[in-house]
């Protein structure tokens, strides 16, 4: 058989294909004659062959026929042999594979070998790719090593004992004794080596980490040494002395000196010797100041040695390297908390970094000036910051949207400005903001009644002409229906009033009901507007019933119905229509049951001056009707309930009376509009007729079989029935929710609506927080009044955070026993 070629005529051969199969044809060609010589046992060129196949591998091409080869190789006594040999079992060995086993016993030979060429070839090899029983089966040799005279062993046998603490911790101790002398060392290789020995046991045990400590110290000289040794060819680097050791030692100092007060104040004059005394014109230079930087920020340093290293980093920023740069922000930004009035020496170099033309940058730019603001710098900030939003890329927008209206809650100075900003975010990035922006920003004009013409002078100037930005436009909707009578009054006195007239103004609600850009919710927010111009305006009210009736046909269903009940209070509750649509009080954030706002999130708000508040003596809270505005989807629920002028208050049921109009006994969908619902407001409310003054159980009706109402997901609600003797149409429901997942559910809220036909009060909960493997149990009382003996029907909404996330689900219950109800 003729001698195969050489690696180089081979790498010659195939650099010469032109195309990938022309390649591909190549090297089959050449794996087939490596494998007809491996099968004659030819040893003369099986060095060859698998230098070959090697970098066939590298290539990309399989080569895994050529492992046992290897094998064949490390078992040659010839070094050059054993070199290609132990290179090709690092690149096609692994321990998944038990081909590897077998190499054991020839690397314990040459761990013995007497020569140390071949004895470091199997250290590399052991600390590439041995396995857990390797490392076991080996750990004495590699210990024998690591105490040897031999520079050149020391060395890699360090990194081998490295990998072996790596594969099986629990030899960490076999190699203590053998790292005491490691630092004495002189040359830089094996010191390096060491520190990366001991950094790898102090990281993976807190008593080496203790036992380690008394070597600061010896630490801290090496280091000096290090910076103030003169030039030295075989180390020096851009200038500096071995910056890979310094590095180390550096990190290994970081761990150290972690939670300890006695070894950071033994480093923190060398750290301040590095930080002064490092080269910042290279990046050599640079990458060991970072270093430092960390171990300052890590340690328990001195106030004037944090200060030192924030001022590296300001440095770092006016770097022109981005990597730089990016670095320093990041790092700004972890230290912020601690530090902030260091880092805030650099506000206006941080803030030079939102014009920088890199995205990542400039995000890390934004980040670190949202942490920046305070009460002090709060209008210099948001200037320059709504300057960036005007000019951002659209992924910045929304979170620098969102930045801007928390640090305006925070630290707003005055209402005006808060207003003033908030409403220049809407302007430039209306459609970029949270779904919370509007009814938020509603709630703070509605809460300063100073500001009202002001702003709804301000909001109408902002959308003439221009319906781009819809949370821009639903919030001028709302309040030039809330304050149109300022807005054409012009009371305004904070600036300038503009002449505006009541046709003018109905101009621009109408533009926005007939404008392409506006969205099912704005053309909601325009009509009620219209609507409340009603009881503000003189002279168009005839306008206004036309615009209302013909709405009243509109293919949107929501404008639809609006537009319906609204001509119900033209024509049939006329004498209660300012009454209705009187001016919004101020809102508050009230929770029940859970975080549920008063104002809705969805933009939903029309509905909230239309309410009627139930009376101080009744349990019910003041937001139940609006926890339950969501049960059938959110956007497609407008309670109208009028506030009749009767001595007796309506009750907090009642508002419910038409919440699941759509179900009914008999299935069918029930049309009737919401004021249809106002005779029966007079009836006696159940809830306030001392039904919650007196005990619940005293006369009770037992033995109605429970029920379970809802089951999935590992949460489970069970229903237990009670019947008042005394009051037969009452019936007390007492709802048990237990979990039988591994986690808690927290954040729990439970909901209920029931047909208009019945009264529902839900009371408070025992808790919020579901206990897992059900040990524990949230109950909640629900009290129906049924007088009509109707089969009851009910829907409920859970809402819940497990496992990190917002869980939310509908079910209906229709299978409550008949000894509950008839």
Not at 595 to 606: D, K, S
Not at 788 to 815: C, F, P, W
Request: charged content about 20%; aromatic content about 6%; overall charge neutral.
């Amino acid at each position: 058989m003729p001698a195969p070629i050489r690696l180089r005529e081979l790498i010659r051969t195939i650099r010469t294909a032109r195309t990938q199969a022309e390649e591909r044809e190549m090297i089959q060609k050449e794996c087939a004659a490596i494998r007809s010589s491996f099968r004659e046992e030819d040893n003369t060129y099986r060095c060859r062959n698998v230098a070959k196949l090697l970098y066939m591998h590298m290539l990309g091409y399989p080569a895994h026929f050529g492992q046992l080869e290897c094998l064949k190789l490390i078992a040659s006594q010839k070094f050059t042999d054993k070199r290609i040999g132990y290179l090709g079992a690092m690149l096609l060995l692994d321990e998944r594979q038990d081909v590897h086993l077998l190499m054991t016993n020839c690397i314990k030979n040459d761990l013995n070998h007497s020569t140390q060429y071949v004895q470091g070839l199997a250290l590399c090899t052991l600390g590439c790719m041995g396995s857990s029983e390797m490392c076991r089966d080996l750990a004495g040799e590699v210990e024998k090593l690591l105490k040897t005279s031999n520079s050149y062993l020391r060395k890699k046998a360090a990194l081998c004992a490295v990998h072996v603490i790596r594969k099986v911790p629990e030899l960490m101790e076999m190699f203590l004794p053998a790292t005491k002398n490691l630092l004495n060392e002189k040359n830089h290789g094996v010191l390096h080596t060491s520190v990366v020995l001991l950094t790898e046991m102090c990281e993976r045990s807190p008593d080496m980490l203790a036992h380690f400590r008394k070597l600061v110290p010896q630490l801290v000289r090496i280091l000096k040494n290090l910076i103030m040794s003169g030039y030295s060819p075989e180390h020096d680097v851009s200038g500096i002395s071995d910056p890979f050791l310094q590095v180390r030692i550096l990190r290994l100092l970081r761990i150290l000196g972690r939670n300890d007060d006695d070894s950071s104040e033994a480093m923190n004059d060398i750290l301040a010797q590095v930080a002064t005394n490092t080269e910042t014109s290279k990046n050599v230079g640079n990458a060991i100041l970072y270093e430092t930087v960390l171990t300052i920020m890590d340690i328990k340093s001195e106030s004037g040695l944090r200060v030192l290293a924030i001022n590296i980093l300001g440095r770092f920023l006016l770097n022109n390297d981005k990597n730089i740069r990016y670095v320093a922000l990041t790092s700004l930004l972890k230290t912020v908390q601690t530090d902030h009035n260091a880092v805030q020496r650099h506000r206006s170099t941080i803030v030079d970094c939102l014009k920088d033309l890199d995205v990542s940058i400039k995000r890390r730019a934004m980040e670190l000036s949202f942490a920046l603001v305070n009460g002090n710098n709060i209008r210099g900030m948001m200037k320059e910051l709504l300057y960036f939003l005007d000019s951002c890329e659209p992924e910045f927008k929304a979170d620098c949207a969102s930045g801007i209206f928390l640090a305006a809650e925070k630290y707003a100075p005055s209402k005006r400005w808060h207003i003033d900003t908030i409403m220049r975010v809407l302007t430039t990035a209306g459609s970029y903001v949270r779904d919370d922006a509007v009814p938020n920003l509603i709630q703070l004009i509605t809460n300063s009644v100073e500001m009202h013409a002001y702003t709804v002078q301000r909001l109408y100037k902002a959308i003439l002409g221009d319906y781009s930005q819809q949370p821009l436009v639903q919030v001028a909707a709302w309040c030039i229906g809330e304050y149109g009578d300022l807005l054409v009054s012009g009371q305004c006195e904070e600036e300038e009033p503009i002449q505006v007239t009541e046709d003018e103004v109905l101009d621009i609600l109408e533009s926005v009901l007939i404008s392409n850009m506006s969205t099912s919710v704005t053309r909601g927010y325009a009509l009620t507007a219209i609507m409340k111009l009603s009881t503000r305006f003189t002279c168009t009210v005839n306008r206004i019933k036309k615009v209302v009736s013909i709405y009243g046909s509109s293919i949107d269903v929501e404008l639809q119905q609006r537009a319906v009940e609204y001509n119900a209070l033209f024509k049939k509750y006329d004498h209660m229509r300012s009454a209705l649509l009187e001016r919004m009080p101020v809102m508050e954030k009230v929770t029940t049951n859970g975080p549920t706002e008063i104002v809705q999130t969805n933009g939903e708000t029309e509905p909230a001056p239309l309410e009627t508040k139930p009376p101080p003596s009744g349990p019910q809270p003041t937001s139940q009707a609006n926890d339950l505005l969501d049960l059938l989807g959110g956007n497609d629920i407008t309670p109208v309930i009028p506030t009749a002028p009767t001595s007796k208050p309506a009750s907090a049921g009642g508002e419910l009376l038409d919440l699941l109009g759509d179900i009914n006994l008999t299935g069918a969908p029930a049309a009737t509009p919401a004021p249809a619902s106002v005779p029966q407001i007079s009836q006696p409310p159940f809830l306030l007729d001392g039904l919650s003054s007196q005990p619940l159980f005293n006369d009770i009706t037992t033995g109605i079989p429970s029920i379970t109402a809802y089951s999935k997901n590992g949460l489970k609600i069970e229903f237990t029935f009670e019947r008042s003797n005394t009051n037969p149409s009452v019936t007390v429901i007492t709802i048990q929710a237990s979990n039988s997942t591994e986690l808690d559910m927290t954040d729990f809220v439970f909901q209920a609506a029931v047909p208009k036909t019945f009264q529902l009060q839900l009371l408070s909960p025992s808790s919020s927080i579901v206990p897992a493997f059900n040990t524990g149990t949230i109950t909640q009382v629900i009290k129906v009044l049924n007088p009509q003996k109707q089969q009851l029907r009910m829907r409920i909404k859970l809402t819940y955070n497990h496992k990190g996330s917002a869980m939310q689900d509908l079910a209906e219950v229709n299978n409550f026993p008949p000894q509950s109800w008839q």
